[in-house]
RNA sequence: GGUGGGUUGGCUGAGCGGUUUAAAGCGGUCGUCUUGAAAACGACUGGGGAGGAAACUCUCUCGCAGGUUCAAAUCCUGCACCCACCGCCA
């Protein structure tokens, strides 16, 4: 959410701000119900501070008058009640600004390359991820679709330690850099998953949300470790904190198609450690940096090519002011596929979720929040397999993960 | 899941229909005193909203949402959460 009073000051800049996301809401009546509005809100706190007068000392003429304004009021608060849920909810509805440079456009050319590593021609016929893990034992995607059907899928042998290597390897990084590690829940209360900007209900949701409970399963963490302050005002000598949640995620992907829609790579349910960052305004582009510059050395690491992209604006989510997304080179298809993705939220997710910081001189403002990816497993399991398998049909385990491992090589 | 108890400001804790404009204490900030500090004393000390250039004034907020009443932290209903015991259980 933005600032009602910015929204009502810079309609025009929203409404900019909306047709560049590609985003379909119609800002035209705030402005006439907020000053319908304010003018019974005028007439109605009016009204109550003649009743607090009144019950000072009552009397039979004040419990008279009294009455009278209780019948006034009662008229008047639903009103109030009304219009305001109204406004409400169209503020609720308007997205996030976008940074001045941050790409504008509706198509995949429009994101705008910041970097990208050099890839190698193949020097043996490759294999997908699919043919791997099937040669070599490592996921079942046919038990998977039995058990919970399509998109689910059993890890199992070398794949199972290399998603706990992933964990590890990504905690072990963060945890250098100041970080506190969480594991999370893996469900949360829609009001919280509305609060980061997901939508919890509908035919589009991505979220599960279970039957008989008011609960939902998280798509990732960043739900869980912004929802950690809601409602709470931080100090702001204890900025910035630095959060890495682990969590499973789990997204219903309605309507997604196209080849990456097979294997692992759009999955109903994926493991993911998440980075979370609360901060002071002004330092939340830098931080935005930071989290990128993370996600990099994650990615360098584990010694696989991979491109940085500044997202176009028809593809940032509502809450997002600027994306940058990591994608790793995946040559068993020869594409570049999306393994990471960091963005700052600014103040959106904040005033959302009722997170405020108290600066030195004591007044509060509402932070800025950012998140970004360190490791989804499942595509990173992705680019490891494909990138590193040999003309033997085995996989070398990336020099960093093999103390994790135990091994440096999957051979069946 | 069952039964009982509870949820008040940063914390402890009083209040159980109208002198509560939420007592008191702790903590915090500032000041007086002091070479400095402590102690003592004094003032200030939650958040949202409306009006105002400002000083300030008003309003909402006692877990959340409704209701009763001239008047609700206080009474009623529903819900959430916490604690205890029982049941179940990795």
């Known amino acids: 959410m933005l600032d009602p009073k910015f929204v009502l000051e810079n309609l025009k800049e929203i409404e900019k701000t909306i047709q560049e996301r590609g985003m379909k809401v119609d800002v035209s009546f705030v402005a ?29 003429k ?65 294999l997908d991820h699919e043919q791997l893990a ?41 945890l250098k850099e100041g970080f506190t590690p969480f594991i999370t829940p893996d469900l949360a209360k829609p009001a919280i998953i509305d609060g980061i900007g997901f939508v919890p209900r509908g035919p589009e949701s991505n979220i599960y949300l279970l039957e008989g409970e008011d609960l939902g399963l998280v798509g990732t963490a960043e739900i869980t470790l912004g929802g950690y302050h809601a409602g709470q005002i931080l100090e702001e000598g204890d900025l910035p904190l630095k959060y890495a949640g682990f969590s499973h995620c789990f997204r219903r992907e309605a309507g997604s198609y196209g080849q990456f829609s097979k294997g692992l790579y759009r999955v109903h349910q994926f493991s993911k450690v998440e980075m979370f960052l609360f901060c002071r305004p002004e330092e939340s582009e830098k931080m935005h940096e930071y989290l990128l510059s993370l996600e990099e050395k994650i990615f360098r690491g584990l010694g696989i090519p991979y491109r940085v992209l500044d997202i176009r604006a028809g593809d940032l989510g509502a809450a997002a002011y600027r994306k940058f997304d990591l994608e790793a080179w995946m040559p068993g298809k020869g594409e570049w596929g999306e393994v990471t993705s960091t963005s700052n939220t600014t103040d959106y997710q904040a005033r959302r979720l009722g997170i405020k910081y108290r600066k030195k001189n004591g007044e509060t403002a509402y932070l800025h929040t950012l998140n970004g990816t360190a490791i989804a497993t499942s595509r990173a399991l992705i680019a490891i397999l494909e990138n590193y398998q040999k003309e033997d049909g085995t996989v070398e385990i990336p020099k960093v993960l093999v103390p994790y491992v135990g091994k440096k090589l999957i051979r069946r």
Do not use: C, M
């Open 134 to 174: 099937k040669k070599l034992d490592l996921a079942d995607f046919e038990a998977g679709a039995r058990v919970a059907g399509a998109k689910f899928y059993y890890l199992k042998n070398e794949a199972v330690l290399l998603e706990l290597a992933l964990i590890k390897y990504a905690f072990d990084i963060l």
């Open 32 to 60: 006439e119900l907020a000053a319908a509005r304010g003018k019974i809100l005028s007439r109605v706190e009016e009204l109550r501070a003649e009743r607090n007068k009144l019950s000072k000392k009552p009397s039979e």
């Open 62 to 126: 004040s419990i008279r008058q009294g009455t009278e304004i209780k019948n006034e009021l009662k008229n008047l608060e639903p009103q109030l009640k009304n219009l305001g849920e109204q406004l409400e909810k169209i503020l609720w509805q308007i997205p996030n600004l976008i940074h001045p440079k941050a790409p504008r456009g509706f198509e995949e050319k429009d994101n705008k390359s910041v970097r990208a590593d050099k890839v190698a021609k193949p020097a043996f016929k490759l």
